[in-house]
């Protein structure tokens, strides 16, 4: 994790504090359930512990953290502070009372320990905040109505290897460079915000319709798959049990094919909603590549990579005027990271061989 990040994670979740309050109503939901042991046959203690709990799930769900991109949430559950927010904590919350409905005294003490913990994180994160504008550390902030497009790349995919990442870098420019052309209608590169580097995470400033038109295509090829990740657990369990890869090469296809119905459907649909260019044959060629990018969104998610897209918190909370960030906000909440078992399954075709690439690459150049 970069200080940009953690600078900008710390003001997010302190801000996520203040504005849910969650750290008085909970110690309200403390003090109640505090005075509720204590006088256990006054009635008007355990009324005090109803409310106060609903006014904290009334807050948690409201909270700005879990609008959170996947690659935050995953930063927070590495810092030990994901579930101690929004929906996460609220979960948290009821299943203490839903465990000791007849022994309050051992809820309040696990509430007690947990009020603590969010205080003790709290504190912590100002501590940062203060820290990184004293040392004039700056922030990955959005402005309102901006996009930010990322791809975390596991280090084993490119065989932690400087050739091979630089190889896969210039893909990633040839695939996103298609969407570019898709929807703006030219390939201009793209501007690298930061990089990070546990697992190399790669945020690019992107334009909303670029972003909208990627988080469409994200959102349908995960949907399909997570369908498609039953038949790798399948696969995994059978390898172990000594079937050989021929004998398991129809599974294999069984996930090809569902992943290349999604890409033979999703690709016209994607250039009649983006692609308002006359030019016919350009339309055809774009298709072609199109397909191939689909594909290889499919092939990057099979090995473990994950797409973020970011856009400003205050886009997120309100309607916007601008159609694209409305439609990336929609699929947000859709696009989260998975968590692989196994080898990769999917064994779809090439597209691209190094030729290709070099040749794609050259005309990009000379495009700009």
């Known amino acids: 994790m970069n200080t940009e990040r953690l600078h900008a994670i710390a003001i997010a979740v ?26 256990p046959q006054a009635p008007q203690f355990q009324g005090q512990v109803s409310q106060h709990l609903k006014t904290l799930s009334d807050v948690l769900v409201q909270s700005k953290s879990n609008n959170f991109s996947p690659a935050w949430k995953q930063l927070l559950k590495e810092l030990g502070v994901h579930d101690l927010l929004g929906n996460p904590l609220l979960d948290r919350i009821q299943e203490i009372f ?39 550390i700056g922030s990955e902030e959005i402005e309102k109505g901006q996009c930010e497009l990322g791809l975390l790349i596991p280090r084993a995919a490119v065989s932690n290897n400087l050739k091979e990442f630089a190889t896969d870098l210039n893909k990633i420019d040839t695939l996103f460079g298609t969407f570019s052309e898709l929807t703006t209608y030219e390939r201009p590169g793209f501007k690298i915000n930061s990089v990070s580097s546990t697992d190399f995470n790669l945020m690019l400033a992107a334009a909303p319709v670029m972003v909208a038109s990627i988080a ?14 039953e038949i790798r657990k399948l696969h995994g369990q059978l390898k172990k049990q000594g079937l050989k890869d021929k004998e398991l090469q129809p599974i294999k296809k069984k996930a090809d ?11 016209p649909e994607l250039l009649d909603k983006y ?4 030019d016919t044959a350009r339309r055809h060629e774009l298709s072609t590549q199109l397909k191939k990018a689909l594909i290889e969104i499919a092939k990057r998610i099979d090995k473990g990579y994950n797409v973020e897209i970011r856009v400003s918190a205050d886009d997120i909370q309100e309607t916007s005027k601008d159609v694209n960030i409305n439609a990336i906000t929609s699929v947000l909440k859709n696009l989260e990271f ?3 078992e196994g080898e990769p399954i999917l064994s779809l075709p090439e597209t691209t061989n190094e030729e290709e690439l070099e040749k794609e690459t050259q005309e990009s150049q000379n495009e700009e």
């Not at 309050?21 to 509720?36: H, I």
């Not at 809820?107 to 905040?129: C, D, G, M, P, R």
């Not at 469409?216 to 990740?229: M, N």
């Open 14 to 39: 302190v801000d996520d504090l203040n504005t849910t309050n969650s750290l008085k109503a909970l110690n309200d939901l403390v003090k109640s359930l505090q005075n509720q042991v204590n006088q």
């Open 98 to 136: 839903a465990r000791n409905q007849i022994t309050p005294a051992t809820a309040l003490q696990e509430l007690t320990e947990l009020h603590k913990q969010l205080s003790n994180y709290k504190t912590s994160f100002e501590a940062v905040i203060t820290s990184f504008r004293n040392l004039q």
């Open 216 to 229: 469409l295509a994200v959102d349908r090829i995960l949907t399909v798959y997570k369908r498609v990740l």
């Open 257 to 267: 094919s569902a992943i290349m119905e999604e890409v033979e459907k999703l690709t």
């Open 275 to 278: 692609y308002k260019n006359q």
């Open 338 to 340: 998975i968590q692989l």
